[in-house]
């Protein structure tokens, strides 16, 4: 079986930080998620996904994001239900975040509190990675020339030959 989520989206307000009883802190949110597409009078049309993250990530989301804030939820889906104050069963959906990403500079969506444009959100820096599809990424470290400072001291360069006797080679 799978149960996985994906999503991009803007926080339609501020996230609401509880602690429960035992001092574990929840953190509920809700993130509007724009549709691929335009309904019948032109109109992008979003769904607004109710977003749950529990422990030190809740605390990080509630300290960095705002509403309007830029973030990636990965996590999967969760129903529960409940009985309401009319006395009527209410169910909901929501997504358990497992990790939630801060998709944009806190300054960016409006929110700079004397911070550097920088600043991502207080997080330490990341270690370059390469791009899973193959484009460059101009953070890496370059390779070096392994000594070769000249075209001329290439042994490859040129004809494109090399001249290896059979002693040389290992099998």
């Keep these: 079986m799978m149960n996985r989520v994906v999503l991009v989206g803007r ?92 998709l944009e500079p806190k300054s960016a969506s409006g929110g700079n509190s004397g911070r550097n444009n920088n600043d991502f959100y207080g997080a330490p820096p990341r270690e370059p990675q390469g791009d899973p599809y193959g484009g460059g990424n101009q953070n890496q470290r370059q390779p070096s020339n392994q000594g070769f400072t000249r075209v001329d001291d290439d042994p490859f360069a040129g004809s494109g030959q090399i001249d290896i006797s059979d002693d040389d080679l290992p099998f």
């Excluded at 804030?69 to 209410?90: H, K, P």
């Design 11 to 102: 926080l339609t307000k501020d996230p609401e930080l509880r602690y429960t009883p035992s001092g574990v802190a929840v953190a509920t949110f809700t993130l509007a998620c724009n549709r691929p597409f335009s309904n019948q009078q032109g109109e992008r049309e979003a769904d607004f996904i109710n977003c749950v993250v529990w422990r030190k990530a809740a605390e990080n989301v509630a300290n960095f994001l705002k509403k309007g804030s830029l973030a990636g939820v990965d996590g999967r889906i969760q129903t529960r239900n409940y009985e309401g104050q009319d006395g009527r069963r209410v169910y909901v959906t929501e997504v358990l975040a497992e990790s939630v990403q801060f």
